[in-house]
């Protein structure tokens, strides 16, 4: 057994952490892992990503073309930008919070609304305002844990391990809004 | 024990439990997270030096003294540690020592793409070629024993995607290794002929010894399937990428890419019908191969350029007949807006180049986030070369004109951190040969922090920041050495910094513009935010084009045209688009 899961999002947005969490989370349930994340230049509100494979035994940590089970995009336009990772009727789990990339806020180019729109002609797209949840969840920044909560509905890991690694990985004031977010996603 | 590691972190772990000692880097990507790792650890001294050529010779030192010592950096910071190095490899090693390079095939974060196995071998080293977390943890260890064992520098060559890629590793105890101290030995330490004479023999002597070690060296691995006539030679991640496609053909994985034994090599291409080489980048372990006369085929199947992943490497084996069915077709990219880059909300650097922009003036750039400026919103900067060029570039290019009877200004940008890493020769070499026609504007955007490797503290950074412990005074400092037209701004009085710059370039000479405004991201700096009055607004986009995250048109309820817009989350109140609007239509939310 693998499971690829790719992650996208807009630099800033926690992606990083959000890779080290899961790759802990399925470490701790027993599986090797191994993970990638492309940070650098790209950190600058430019586009970043990431994955995560884990199993009986990992090779690489990079996702072959068509393999991905599991997206999370923590922006809707990056989560339909490395779509072609992934395999049909994967999940692709969506954060509604747009953030516009330079050529839309020049108005050259249009943000492409229709075409994430369609992405559930394909794959199973859930889409979530993770932002307003984390704010109900009483931490704005928690947006993330919202989003993995989410997630781990369709993991073979249990609640008890991500409530485990959410505790040791975030602030230690944030450790409580974090967690019923994680819930809040979970329960979805 | 078991943890999941970067490839940074576990290099760090590797020389703690090595009994590493001294630890010295200056910050660029993907190495970065390796000194900062090796801070956590106690018993190590591990600093940022003001550039790789001072930590390199940190490490030097320690190892002179027979410490176990290492210095990491990216692979362009081995441009600029590369002299004392090139001299320091012909001694004999005491302590341990490892040069970590952290090279970027495919150029995520870097302005060029060199492979430094060539400076590795160029500078007589031993190189180490890890494909994992675990593998980067143990071959430091490799690296460390072997530098003392044979006396010799080794190199650890890391790419981008190893450094940042997590993996389980399995941790042991550190060992100690109590240096045993400096013993002069002018021969041995003294690099001036005829010491030198003596030193080139020894150099190939120790590598030829190291590749008679490499035969049956722990670290390189042969992976034989009975009946493949097939032999694939490939180190690094390109064995974990091969190994994803499970083929049945023999595989020798080299930890170690140089020496790579000539024994070994023949002994394998009689049992061979046909070898292929798996690399990224330059034809290294090819080229090595056929100088010891084994036919090999390499990078005729395999770009020299960017990264091989395994579909790559499916699609070159089917092409040489070594895969009949492929498993995966490269996927065709999605083809959609780009999402480049931009300075965050509240960058300082921001009205800097929108200024520049509106002058019109040619600009020299530098490294730092500020390289950024290069991009489509500001187009801002003409020329971005190598950490602090902009100083002898502008010169230059300012004699030049001036030869040429051309009259314009240049004007040079160049940030604190890169200042202190490699500014600070351009700037005493401007002294030199001035002449009254001369015009050139240099602005140092002092922002208090190494930025864009994730806000390293840097030479003048104590000054605004109470824990770091560096105070340098740059006006003072340029002062010191003779520069007199030297002015603080503050760049968030847009006025009166457009002012400033717009004097500067009228003015003959050196003139120098220091903005001070400290980086918003890294002391998180958030003021009250603004907000667009729509019945003012006249939708002209002079705050859309300052090219701000919060900042875009937007349709309005009951408003035909579209107008301006600040989203409140991400505003952070620097008020520089207020200060822009032509009609006053942005506002102070408090």
Known sequence: MVRNIVLAGVGGQGLVLATRIISEAAFRAGYDVKTNDVIGLSQRGGRVWGSVRYGNNIYSPNIPPGQGDMLLGLEPLEAYRWTHLMKEGAYVIINEKVVYPTPVLLEEEEYPYEEIDSLRDKFNVIRINARDEAKMAGNIKAANAVMLGLMARYLEIDTDIWEEVLRENVPSKDVEANITAFYRGYNK | ????????????????????????????????????????????????????????????????????????????????????????????????????????????????????????????????????????????????????????????????????????????????????????????????????????????????????????????????????DTLIVTSGLMYYNLKELNLPVSIYKLGMVYPISIRRMRELSERYRRIIVIEEMMPFIENELKLMGVDCKGKEYFSFTGEIHTEDIEEALCRMGVVNNRKYEKAKAVEVVSRPPMFCAGCPHRPVFDILKKLNVTVIGDIGCYSMAVLPAFKAAHVSLSMGATLGVTKGMNKAMRLNGDKKPVVSVIGDGTFFHSGLPGFVNLLHQIDEEDNMTFIILDNRTTAMTGGQQNASSGRYNENDDMRVHIKALLNSIGIDNVKEVDQFNYKETREAIRQATREKGISVIITTRPCALKYRIREPHFYVDTDLCISCRTCVKLNCPPIRMKKYEGIDELKSYIDPDDCVGCSVCSQTCPVGAIKRSE
């Open chain 2, 1 to 228: 024990m078991k943890k999941v590691l970067t490839g940074n972190q576990a290099i760090a772990r590797g020389f703690y439990e090595a009994g590493g000692l001294v630890a010295a880097s200056y910050p660029g990507s993907p190495t970065v997270e390796i000194l900062e790792t090796l801070k956590k650890y106690d018993g190590i001294y591990a600093e940022f030096s003001t550039n790789e050529k001072v930590a390199l010779e940190v490490a030097i030192g320690a190892s002179l003294y027979g410490a176990r010592a290492m210095a990491s950096m990216k692979h362009v910071g081995v441009n600029i540690a590369s002299d004392p190095l090139m001299t320091f490899t012909q001694t004999a090693i005491n302590g341990g020592f490892v040069l970590v390079s952290g090279d970027d095939p495919g150029m995520a974060s870097s302005q060029n793409e060199q492979d430094n196995r060539i400076i590795g071998k160029f500078a007589n080293m031993g190189i180490f070629y890890p494909g994992s977390s675990q593998e980067a943890k143990d071959y430091v260890k490799y690296a460390l024993d072997l530098s003392e064992r044979f006396q010799t520098p080794m190199m650890i060559d890391i790419t981008s995607r190893v450094c940042h890629s997590r993996g389980v590793v399995k941790l042991e105890d550190r060992e100690e290794h109590k240096p045993q101290g400096f013993k002069r030995d002018q021969e041995k330490y003294c690099m001036l002929p005829p010491y030198t004479f003596k030193a080139q023999h020894f150099m190939r002597e120790r590598i030829e010894k190291l590749r008679e070690y490499a035969y049956n060296a722990p670290f390189n691995i042969l992976e034989e399937v009975e009946g493949s």
